[in-house]
C-alpha cells in the first residue's frame, strides 16, 4: 500500500501497512470498460495532458518513474502528478485554489467535506459528476448515504475513497495483564485501573520504572470512544431541549476527560501528548513503553508490530469488546463511509472525452481484487503493482512489493490518487489475510470477527449540511480540543466544562446545533442502530 492513502482525521487515527496488494482489485470481467483506460465513448486514438495534484506520507516518488510510464502507455495520456508532503498539503492546496488554476484532478482530505470542498464546489470550481458516476463499476458500488455527503446545491462533485463503517477499538498488552493477574477492561473505570497499574507494578517485570498506561498524542488522539456514546465525534446525546449534540460536548466527554486528567497525574497518559504528532503517538506503543493503544483490522502496521516483537518476543495483544454504555446500548460509531475525495476541475468538465478518459483511469485503480487472486496469474493485479519481478516479487505464493517499489515509483498504483478499492460490503475484504506476522494475523482476526456481529450507530448528523460549521467548524473544532486539553493536563479546571461549552455556542456552536437538528430526520438515537 502507498503511504499516502492514510489520513489522519480529528477523530480518526490510521496506520501504514507494509503488505501489498490488501486493497487493491475488483476482478477483470466487472471492469471491461475501465481496463480498456475508459468508458465506450472515449477515442483512446487521442493524446491528453492530464495534471493532478494530491498529498503523501513519506518519500515522494519520481514524477517520471517506471509507474507513471505504465500509466501514460495504458491510458494515452502524459499524466502528470504533483505530490506534496502531507504536513504541508492544506497550505498548497489553499494557494492553487485561491490562484482559480486548478489541475485536471485535485484529491481533499476528509476534513475538507464541510469545509474548502462546499466552499468551492457552490464557486463552481469543479466538474459535475452526475452523468458519469453510473458508467463505472467500482462508482456504482458507493452507497447512496455515502455519495449524497458530497452533493452541493443536489449536485454530486466528488468521487469518494473507500472506508469501511468499522473504525477502532482499543487494544491492551495481554502479556502485561497476565503478569499482574488482571482481566481485559470491560468498561472506563476498569480501564483507568488498569492504565495505572501498568504505570506503578512493573507490568513487563524488568524491575524498571519505564512504563505506562495509554498512548495518546494531540488532539487527544486516539479518543479511545468504546461506543457512540462517549465519541466526540457522534450526536448520539440530547440537550435539554431535546436537541442533538456534538458527542464532544456532551456530559459523557466530560467524564471521559476527567479519567483522561486522573490518569495524567498518575503519569499513567503519554506526558507530552499535547504535541505529540502521529507517528511519534505510534512508537510510544510500539517501543513497548505503552501498554495500551488502538487496533483496526484494516490498515495495521507490520513494520512497527514486527518491531516490538523484535524489542519484547513474549508481547501479546487483546482486543477490547465495545463498553456497555449506561443507556444499554453497546456497538460501534460507524464511519461516514469514506477517507477523502477526488474532485476534477470545472475546465476538464468541459472536455467530456478527457472526463471519461480521467474517470476511467482513477476507476481502474479502484479494483477490488480477492486475495485468492492477488499474483501474477492476475494481469489487473499484475499491472497495477508494476509485474512481478519488477514492482514485486511472489514469495511462497504471496505477491511482496519490492523494497524500493514506492520510493522508487516502480508500480502504476504508487501513483493513483484513489489507489483503494471499493468492494461490494466490507467483509469482502480478508483484511488479516493481509498481514504475514502471526501475531498480527491473531489480533486483526479477533478484532475483525467482533466487528462482524457489531451493532453500528450511523451518526444522524450525515449528511446534514451546516453553513455555519462550513465557515467555523474547523476553529470550533480546535477550540474545542485545546481547552479539553488544558483541563488533561491541569491547566483548566473540569469544573469549567459548561463555561467551555457556553463559549463554543457563542462563537458559533449553537448555530451549528440548530443547523444540523433542522435537516436530522430522526427523532430517537435507537432509530440509527443497526447490524
Not at 498512548?215 to 440530547?238: L, T
Not at 460490503?425 to 479477533?446: F, H, R
Amino acid at each position: 500500500m502507498k503511504p499516502k492513502m492514510w489520513v489522519h482525521a480529528v477523530f480518526a487515527a490510521v496506520m501504514a501497512i507494509s503488505v501489498t496488494g490488501c486493497m487493491s482489485g475488483k476482478n477483470s470481467a466487472e471492469n471491461a470498460s475501465a481496463n480498456s483506460g475508459g468508458s465506450k465513448a472515449d477515442d483512446q486514438s487521442k493524446k491528453y495532458t492530464v495534471s493532478a495534484m494530491d498529498f503523501y506520507y513519506g518519500d515522494i516518488p519520481p514524477a517520471d518513474g517506471r509507474g507513471v510510464k505504465m500509466i501514460n502507455e495504458k491510458f494515452n495520456m502524459d499524466y502528470q502528478i504533483n505530490y506534496i508532503p502531507q504536513a504541508s498539503y492544506d497550505d498548497k492546496l489553499a494557494t492553487v485554489l485561491a490562484s482559480g488554476k486548478i489541475p485536471d484532478i485535485v484529491t481533499f482530505q476528509s476534513g475538507d467535506l464541510t469545509n474548502r470542498y462546499h466552499k468551492f464546489a457552490k464557486q463552481g470550481a469543479f466538474a459535475a459528476l452526475d452523468d458519469y458516476i453510473k458508467e463505472y463499476p467500482s462508482f456504482r458500488k458507493i452507497p447512496p448515504a455515502v455519495l449524497d455527503q458530497f452533493r452541493v446545491n443536489g449536485k454530486l462533485y466528488a468521487i469518494p475513497q473507500y472506508y469501511p463503517r468499522f473504525g477502532f477499538t482499543t487494544i491492551v498488552r495481554k502479556d502485561w495483564l497476565d503478569n499482574l493477574g488482571l482481566k481485559p477492561p470491560t468498561n472506563y473505570e476498569e480501564l483507568k485501573k488498569v492504565a495505572i497499574a501498568f504505570t506503578k507494578d512493573d507490568p513487563d517485570k524488568d524491575g524498571k520504572n519505564d512504563t505506562y498506561g495509554i498512548a495518546m498524542g494531540a488532539n487527544i488522539n486516539p479518543s479511545f470512544a468504546q461506543g457512540p456514546y462517549w465519541d466526540p465525534g457522534a450526536w448520539y446525546h440530547k440537550d435539554a431541549q431535546g436537541r442533538f449534540i456534538p458527542g464532544i460536548i456532551s456530559n459523557a466527554r466530560k467524564e471521559i476527560i476527567q479519567m483522561y486528567a486522573d490518569l495524567y497525574k498518575e503519569g499513567a497518559i503519554t506526558r507530552d501528548f499535547a504535541t505529540l504528532n502521529w507517528a511519534d503517538t505510534n512508537k510510544e506503543f510500539y517501543s513497548g513503553k505503552a501498554g495500551i493503544f488502538i487496533g483496526t483490522p484494516r490498515g495495521m502496521s507490520q513494520a512497527y508490530m514486527e518491531g516490538l516483537l523484535a524489542i519484547d518476543p513474549s508481547a501479546e495483544f487483546v482486543a477490547l469488546d465495545m463498553f456497555q454504555a449506561p443507556d444499554g446500548s453497546k456497538g460501534m460509531t460507524a464511519s461516514r463511509g469514506f477517507l477523502g475525495m477526488t474532485t476534477i476541475s470545472a475546465e476538464t468538465g468541459k472536455d467530456p472525452a478527457k472526463m471519461k478518459r480521467i474517470l476511467g483511469m482513477i476507476d481502474y485503480g479502484r479494483q477490488f481484487i480477492p486475495y485468492d487472486k492477488q499474483n501474477d496469474k492476475n494481469p489487473d493485479y499484475d499491472w497495477l503493482y508494476g509485474n512481478a519481478g519488477q514492482g514485486y516479487d511472489m514469495v511462497d505464493g504471496k505477491p511482496v512489493l519490492k523494497k524500493t517499489a514506492s520510493t522508487e515509483g516502480l508500480y502504476p498504483l504508487v501513483y493513483f490518487v484513489d489507489s483503494v478499492a471499493w468492494p461490494a460490503k466490507d467483509t469482502d475484504v480478508d483484511y488479516p489475510a493481509g498481514y504475514s506476522n502471526p501475531k498480527l494475523i491473531k489480533l486483526t482476526s479477533e478484532i475483525m470477527k467482533n466487528y462482524s456481529t457489531m451493532k453500528y450507530y450511523q451518526s444522524p448528523n450525515y449528511p446534514v449540511i451546516s453553513q455555519t460549521e462550513l465557515d467555523k467548524g474547523a476553529d470550533l473544532t480546535k477550540y474545542l480540543y485545546d481547552e479539553q486539553t488544558k483541563m488533561i493536563a491541569g491547566q483548566r479546571p473540569i469544573s469549567d466544562w459548561d463555561k467551555m461549552v457556553g463559549e463554543w455556542k457563542a462563537k458559533g456552536g449553537e448555530q451549528i446545533i440548530k443547523e444540523i437538528n433542522a435537516g436530522i430526520k430522526i427523532k430517537d438515537p435507537k432509530e440509527a442502530w443497526s447490524n
